[in-house]
Structures are given as structure tokens and as C-alpha cells.
């Protein structure tokens, strides 16, 4: 049974394939699609004031490229073989140590990274 | 049954609420933490040749900033409270409608924007 | 008599070319720098409550990343062989004429676009 | 006698005081901003092949992208009151003494960084 992210990664591919663009999928080239796409969703929210909520329309445009942004993540993955979820929580896991509960409540100071 | 990335958001919001740190994360704020993880990741396929491979230690920087890329758009998904799997299919549906695969064929070009 | 932005251009292009670096500075990974140094530098920003100075350290990263964002920057425009300030005005020009003071006065929203 | 970037930096300033913008040009915003356009100019690049230029348009969109790149990061200076220029020379002197000439020939890998 794939999950959703594996049936999305299928979809993009096949997709890619039928229109033989492979040739453009490259590592870096889709590295550069995720960020401007990432840019595009920065613009949605550059001159929101403090707490100021997106409008409706705002909230389809940023839909929008959040789904730009996640097939571009997605496809990424897929062409560089890793498993995206897995590396969340590995990264999850390592945060859990940097950034004892205690030590850090209410800060958003950095913690020194974890010695290697 | 929840899906993986459900997963991922709930322990982040765990996370998140063990530190008391859900005052940082607005949405303005989180989009600002994918931008700059995505920087990171594009900044080691900068001087990449085309068609060089990542080496093995560029491939473990690659997976821990696609760890921090998806964990910080899962986070502001489950912030925003939309559906990331969702909308980027629509946007396949969408690109499907742009680029027929007969005309774009091996083509890089960009196509008109469907009349809304 | 050059100005301070070609004198800057000069002095980077011949430390590229003393380290036989011209075959990196394509503008394709050039763009890639600096969307990578913009990256670095919203990351120093993500955190900052509204209207939260930053510190003295922090803004000692900032100068570094405006630093490389500017180096970059001025790279990418030596080797298109594009003039950066006469293309700033010209967009300047045009913001003048989409955003009349009367009409835009205290407000974010986006214009228009101009006619072609 | 006043350089061109203070120029530029002048005249955006009287634009953003006539329309009482200065609300909105906080420096996480303008970071922002500056991301925003930097990913719009990633975008296009993303697709090109190793060596293909960009085309007649292409050029005129990357030149207006470099235009509004410019105009955010010298406002982005203005704001915060610091000297783009000589932070970037700032950069250079450190990378002259990280990148000695003879031993980065011709190589793209990262060298460690300065001791303090």
C-alpha cells in the first residue's frame, strides 16, 4: 500500500514522463523550482501586519503555492531517491536534544549544534 | 487512520507546545523559516556541474535540509490548516490543462495561464 | 572615473579569475548564490517579534549576509553585463506610475499591472 | 558628492515617505521582499540548459528582477543604516585569505571557515 506522498511522486512522474521532460527534472534544476516557487508564497505575506490574517483571495493564492511548493518537494525526492517524512522526523529527533523543553520555553534563541 | 504527514504535524505541534513556542510560529514567521531552509538546500547544488553527482557528504546536508524544508511546510500547513496533499494535486490538474503533453513535448517553455 | 559598484565588480572578477573560478560564475549558479544568501539572511529575521531591534550580534550576521548578497549580486550583473542602478530606476519609474501617492496612501495593497 | 546608492536609496526613500509607506518597510518585511523577488528570479533560470542564454525576453525579465533585487536590498541597507559596499569588500577580504589562489585552482569546494 503506497501512502499519499508516494502516489503524488507517482503522478508527477508519469506526468513528466508523458511529456518527456526528464531532461529538465534534474536535481538542481528542481532545487531551483521549489525556491522560486517558496519565493512566490514569501510575497503573499511580506506586508502583513502583525497578526493580520490572510483574505480570502490571499488564501488561494497561497494555497496555490503550497501546492506548487509541495509537487516541486515531492518530485525532488523522488529523483533523489530520499524519503521525506523519515528525514522530518530525524530532524525532529535532533531538535528534541538541542532544544531541551526546559531550557528553552518561551525562547527563540539558537542552541549550538549537537557535537557530531 | 492518519496519514504520515498528520503524523509529522501532530508530533511538531507537540513540540512546539512542550516549548511554549507557538508565539514564533505565525504564519509570516514560518515562511520565513521554509525560505531560509531552502536557501540552505540551494546552496549546495550551487556550483554543481550539470549532471555531477552530490557525494556522499553533500547527500546527508541535502537529506537534513529536506528534513527542516518539510518539517517547517508541514508545520505551516497544520498552521494554516490546509491540506498540502490536496492542493498540490490540484495543481497538477491544473498543469495537466496548461501543458498537453502533445504541444510541450521536450519543450521548457511556459504556457499561458488558464483563463479563470 | 568608475563608481563604487565597479570597482567592486572589478575587484571580484579578478579574484575569480585568479583562482581560474570563470567556469562556476555561470549566471544560472550565480542566481543560486544569491538566492542562497537571501536565504541565510531571512533566517536571521524569522524569529523577530514586531518591531524587535536586532541585537548586536545578530546584526553583525546581517552585515556579513548583505555583504555576500551585494557580492553576488554585482557578480551576477558583471557577468550578464547589465547596469543595476539604471534598472532599479527604471522600476522605480514604473512603481511611480502604478502607485499614485493619492490612491496608495497607507495601504499595501498590489497594483495593477502597467499596460504593455 | 553623493554615490549612486545613495541616490537610488534617496529617491525610494521620498517614494515610500510620499505614500506613507514606512509602516510597511520594517526590515523583516523588506527581507521578505528582497526573497520574493530573488525567488522570481531564480525562476527564470530554473529550466535553462548548461550554457543556453537566455533569450531577448527572458533578459528583459531577469533585468526587471535585477531592478527590483536592487531597489529592496538598498532600501533593506537604508533602513537598517549600514554600507552595502563595504560590506561586500568586508566579504572579499575574508575570502581572499580563505580561498588562497593556489590551492582553490580551479576547485568549487567550500574551505573552513576563519578561526575568530
Same mark, same amino acid.
Given at each position: #500500500?503506497?501512502? &499519499?506522498i508516494e ?9 513528466v &514522463?508523458a511529456?518527456?521532460w &526528464?531532461q529538465? *527534472?534534474?536535481?538542481k534544476?528542481l532545487? #531551483?523550482?521549489l525556491a /522560486?516557487?517558496?519565493g512566490?508564497l $514569501?510575497?503573499e505575506f511580506?506586508?502583513?501586519?502583525? /497578526?493580520e490574517p +490572510?483574505?480570502e483571495?490571499? #488564501? /488561494?493564492r $497561497?494555497r496555490? &503555492? +503550497? ?6 518537494l $515531492?518530485r525532488?525526492?523522488?529523483? +533523489?531517491?530520499v524519503?521525506l517524512?523519515?528525514?522530518? *522526523?530525524?530532524?525532529l529527533?535532533?531538535s528534541?536534544?538541542?532544544y531541551?523543553a526546559?531550557?528553552?520555553r518561551?525562547s527563540?534563541r539558537?542552541? =549550538?549544534p549537537? =557535537?557530531?
Amino acid at each position: #500500500m503506497s501512502t &499519499e506522498i508516494e502516489e503524488l511522486a507517482a503522478r508527477f512522474r508519469a506526468f513528466v &514522463e508523458a511529456r518527456d521532460w &526528464e531532461q529538465f *527534472h534534474t536535481p538542481k534544476n528542481l532545487v #531551483m523550482a521549489l525556491a /522560486g516557487e517558496v519565493g512566490e508564497l $514569501v510575497a503573499e505575506f511580506q506586508w502583513l501586519a502583525p /497578526g493580520e490574517p +490572510l483574505d480570502e483571495a490571499a #488564501m /488561494g493564492r $497561497v494555497r496555490a &503555492e +503550497l501546492g506548487d511548493v509541495t509537487g516541486y518537494l $515531492v518530485r525532488l525526492a523522488d529523483v +533523489l531517491g530520499v524519503d521525506l517524512i523519515a528525514d522530518a *522526523h530525524a530532524k525532529l529527533d535532533q531538535s528534541e536534544k538541542r532544544y531541551d523543553a526546559e531550557s528553552y520555553r518561551g525562547s527563540a534563541r539558537k542552541a =549550538p549544534p549537537l =557535537p557530531p
